[in-house]
């Protein structure tokens, strides 16, 4: 594990108005996703070659755990008792807080405020209440269809994964391009894998609330200048502990608050690792599609990568 | 509407057997997704023009009412006041009992079962309990992507909306593919438009388990020659009252129990209506991400075109 | 129906005024169960004659309608499938939005805000966020133990229910203890019987929220002057539509937020009327437990009565 | 720690069978309670002497952790800005999937199942299903009101708690029974404390499913003998591990279904036991009053005394 920075908080601060994009778009609540055009869409479209659908979600996690402090909820609600007589039908009832590290799923723009404020400077307390989000909902987002690249480090780096507090720094982000043969562009989803899904399933389940490896904010700058729309992984974006000071999730509150990029957090990216290995390319086309949930901070989601 | 015929249980089951599928895949809790390859997702990004982008799924509905009689949850968990300080998170929780008319979902393979049988004739008794469905899971189908097509049944007949009740038949299946110059051919998801979510917003609610336009079983053999893998609607496939005598679901029991082929229910197809409209296309690739969930019998989905 | 007087504003706000006990116990946030003290549990438990056990809970409902908007839900999730082998057990999971008409429940101090002023005058901004109830909570009352007086309009007035919209004024609180041979006095829970849930067992459901019998405000100054622990009924004490401008609910208003009386709502007292009736006598010892939730505006309960 | 002696399976059937009261009642499903007639009821008030009350209620528990694996949810629904504007309202949302270790509940006589059969020989496959218990719903039950005593062990061994694990045995009863000066008798509700919830405060949090104190099935024909209506405690009545060969719950299998005695599970008995002996009398009034769940399993309870 690379040295980590201790970054004060007007570093941070100047960072967070460097990448900032407020008043940019008409559409403020899709953020960085009014990056994605049409013609983003075609270009992603294009670059599937074997028609090979991977999905990125952990499978619905019912059990608590260290890393799932608010177990998701599954329960039969038919067994072919209820209903009927025929056909029987089975029925399930699903439920998620699903914000925290066992679900799979996206921040919306209103699941972050820095210093009071969402996205595009909008209020928090004028925007959010018991009633939901009124700015940066989920449903404002929609579906999101582009170029996904993943940042494949344990690849890159020949380890089978980063160790829990890995800081993925600027530098690392143009190594992994390199090795990888991949360049991020503008509206290009950026998906960093560390490698904890393995990990975990190997060496057991760990608080990742304590320690993960993660973006350093130093690697802010750089994502920001190439003009993603999203990122996500398979912890939460955020390297952790924080290297800054007196904020604990910065990569959060720079990407979704300042720059108005969504984040998916807690992707399952092991079948993707192996699946752009095997075909010796870090480019997808995908398609995320979150739940229409008005007022909603985020969604569970399932993201699926076409190579 | 047309007249209804009567269909008496020794037909439908007639019908059942013609259409079935059992014993064909080795991945059989996949079904009919099994004839989806790699060759037809790139066909499927190959219909790609535009690079529109269209959500299907129906607001997540917390209102009860005639068409939701068990509304979905939606509960702020987190308003900037329970973690923090910087940067503050809004976080909220989901729910639902999402099979019903309410919320827009997939019926997974264990959802229906057909006198006692499952898809691929697995007994529904050893196969689904309070645990969950250990045969037909969602999480066994995955995601789909692959070419759609949608049966604009209003446009054909240039109405507003078919009222609740109308069948649409073989005839009417054949009438739309000519009128939309489309063919159903095999892997394709077929998406069946009564314009129901129109007359909703325009009349207002009333319960679709009473009435409901929908496919009469007698056009479902020639969907099955076809080869479709997935069927859905802006209803749930079935025409309501049902045609076919003690069978509550006829379709339901015949694509999902006998063809292996997965439903998505309560669909918003208007916006999809006015871009293939706008296209002169009634094709697109689709992608359906169901959440991942070990033993579900389906998922709230958002559904996504690509034009 | 009494013709309903129209209460002014300013009207509201001087018995507001006239009624408040604010500053008066050291246990703020239990209000008026601190007038409950050894004395009163004795002398309630005295009143015991019969030995007769009557429960107050309407059953548990899970099915919407024009009385529950936010069904309640009830899941089985062991059917003697999940644990085992021996025995085998049977468990549920039970979840409401309780306050609403469906359920019976208790509304703690935290409940309610007139005029952004918890109970005791404290602000309701500072005292309830996302995390709960600071001050108020159902955690802090505890369970009750006092004597009960049922007010049975109907049997007072020789009908089967008081029509949805009758108002119970001070008169008829006062002819009803004369009626009913009973005096309502310091630290008692007064219970009020419409015949409402008789009512929709005979002519069906309606909205309680648009017209329901209950107390009007005139009848408030009495009850405080009695020094009432607890209000309810099968209403939720307050006549509907509200005679107070601008007030939707007043009686809740003076009752909780002046008075520190919480609310007993939605209340099964029909076989309260049958045992009451028989035995002549219109007081008991009333046992309220609420769930012990830390930061709840109230709970769930089933109240007993013991004869 | 006394030596635990192995039960065999053939030595526990004989027990069951010798304890069992199947067939005994007309109101089977109301099992054991059918013994507390309004005699007793008039007997329980009459031990009321200083009116003192006291929940026994563990406080609503949304952190999962080793003894809450299922951890209730409560969500705040409202915080004065969806109903309004006057009065403002503040309403939760409460969840539970209640059996195990962490939600203090009842367990109506349809929670457990021994061979098969529920109490009164009544085959569970039959009573129970994902529409409800249909035999021995916890609404069957009611609420208990009934003289309640405190088996304050640690009290009479003179120790801060029992250790997880140990077995409460015949002879132990019979011992408190005369330290405490009480005499179990037909109808009462025993508690048994082990003193688990005071360890827990001061040592943390363990799992109670693998050590808990007690009671060993030898106690349970005493407590057959004396006839008593509800046993509970501050575990879950069984010492874990479980002494006897291939039964994990075995005094929940005598009792609830061999008896038709329900259980009181994770009450938290501190506060009782201070009062019990600051009165010196071990006897005190006991109401229950479980939520009225048609179909229900059981229910979060706060069971009071009052001495």
Redesign the interface.
Known sequence: MSARPTVSREEFDALFEAVRTWGRWDRADRGAWNRV??????RA?GV??????V?M????NT???PD????A???????????G???????????????GKGV?HLDAL???????LLYDGRP??EN??????RFGAV?AL??L?TRGVLLDLPAVLGVPWLEPGHPVRAGDVRAAEEALGVTIGEGDAVLLRSGHVRRRAELGAWDPATASAGFHVDAVPLLAERGVALLGGDGDSDVRPSPVE????PV??LA??AMGVPLLDNLDLEALAGATAEAGRYEF?L?V????????????????A?L
């Open positions: 055009t049409g013609d983003h869409v075609r479209v599937v070659r074997s028609g090979v659908v999905p979600a952990l499978p619905w059990r608590s755990g799932n402090r608010k177990p909820l599954h329960h039969m609600t038919d067994l072919g008792d209820v209903e007589p025929e056909p029987t039908t089975h029925k399930d009832f699903i439920a998620a807080d699903y914000h799979t209103s699941h972050i405020a820095y210093a009071g928090a307390r959010v209440d018991a009633a939901g989000a449903a929609g579906p269809v007196g904020v604990h999730s959060h509150a979704v608050a086309l398609v599609a979150p739940l229409n949930v008005p007022g909603g901070t985020g969604s569970p989601v399932n993201p699926v076409v």
